[in-house]
C-alpha cells in the first residue's frame, strides 16, 4: 500500500501537463488501474483482512484523486499565467490610423444634382446601360439615316451572323429614360435621370464612358419660360453663386423643338474659373420643348401635354465646379487622385445650406 501511494503521488507531482495527469489517473485509479484493481481483490478477502484492507485502500483512492485534483487546478493557473505573460496588450496604446475611403466626385455632383431638383419637386428615374436601337434613337425622332447617329460615335453590340434585327447599343444619352418613364407612368411627370453614357471618342475632354443627367417636366402648359426659370434656379444652387447669368443659343436636337444650347456666363482668372462674372461662356448643356413626335411615341398626348427636356454632362459640371482640369483622370483610379478630388461622406449636399467644397 505504501509503495503504490508513493509511486502515484510522485507521479502526479511530476506530472507536466493534462494529459499527463491523466495518464497517472487512469493508471492508478481508472477502471483498470491498479488501485482499482486492487479493490475488485477485496471480495476474495476473508471478512478480518477486509475490515483493514477496505477502508486503507479507500483512503489511498480518496488521497491520489485529490491530489489529481490539486494538481490540475495547478496545472491550469500555471497555463492561464503564461497566456497572460505572453498575450497581454496596452490598451494605453494609440490607435493605428486607418485610411478612410473618399466620395468620387461624381458620386458627389450627382447627388447634388439630386438634391438641388429633389427641391424643385423632381424624382430620380433610371434606365439601361444597353438600350435597343429603338429607345437610343427612333422613338427620340432620330431616324435610321438621320447624321445624329453618326455623331453619337456608337457602341453596338453583338448579334449572331443572320440575326438581321438592329443591335442593341450601349447608350449614347440619357435621353431614353425618357420615353421609359413617360411609357410607364404617363403625364404629368417630373424627373432626371442621372447615369453612364457610352461614345466612341477620347481626348482630354471626352471618355468613352461618361456621365449625364436628363431632366424632364411634362404638363399643361409648361413653356420654354419655366425650362429658363428652372435651370437658373439649378445654377444659381448648384454652384452657389447668386448672380448667374445663362445664354440660350438656338440651336437643333431632333427629339427637341425649339431646341437650345445653354452657356453660362464666367470667367478664366489666372487659371481659376470664375461662375456668374467675366465675359466668357462656357456651354453646359442642352435642351429644348420636347417634340410632339417624342411625346407620341411614348404615347403621351400631345395635344394636352407639353414640356421641356435637358441634358448635361455630370463629369463636365464637377470639372467646373471643383476645378479638376483632365476628364480622363476622373476614371484613372488613381488613389492620389481620389484622395485629393475626393469628398469626405459627411459633405452631403442641400440647397439651402450652400453647397461646399
Ligand atoms: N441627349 C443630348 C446629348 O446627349 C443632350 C440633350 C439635348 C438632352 C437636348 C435633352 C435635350 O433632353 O432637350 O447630346
Known sequence: MDALKAKYLEGVMAAADESALEDVRLAAVGKKGEVSLKMRELGKMTPEEKQVAGPALNALKNEINSAIAAKKEALGDAALNERLQAEWIDVSLAGRPRRQGTIHPVSQVTEEVIAVFADLGYSVAEGPQIESDWYNFDALNIAPEHPARQEHDTFYMHRDEGDNRPPHVLRTHTS??????????????????????????????????FHQYEGLCIDKGVSMANLKWTLE?????????????????????????????????????KGQLKIGEGDDWMEI?????????????????????????????????????????????????DLRWLRHYGFSALDMPNMHAGISG
Open 176 to 209: 431614353p429614360v425618357q420615353i421609359r418613364y413617360m411609357e410607364k407612368h404617363g403625364a404629368p411627370c417630373r424627373i432626371i435621370s442621372p447615369g453612364r453614357v457610352y461614345r466612341a471618342d477620347y481626348d482630354q475632354t471626352h471618355t468613352p464612358m
Open 285 to 333: 448643356l442642352g435642351s429644348g420643348m420636347v417634340h410632339p413626335k417624342v411625346l407620341a411615341a411614348a404615347g403621351v398626348d400631345s395635344d394636352k401635354y407639353q414640356g421641356f427636356a435637358f441634358g448635361m454632362g455630370i463629369d463636365r459640371i464637377a470639372m467646373l465646379k471643383y476645378g479638376i482640369p483632365d476628364l480622363r483622370a476622373f476614371f484613372d483610379s
Open 233 to 269: 434656379e439649378f445654377c444659381r444652387a448648384f454652384f452657389n453663386v447668386d448672380d448667374i447669368e445663362l445664354r440660350f443659343r438656338a440651336s437643333h436636337f431632333p427629339f427637341t423643338e425649339p431646341s437650345a444650347e445653354v452657356d453660362i456666363r464666367c470667367s478664366w482668372d
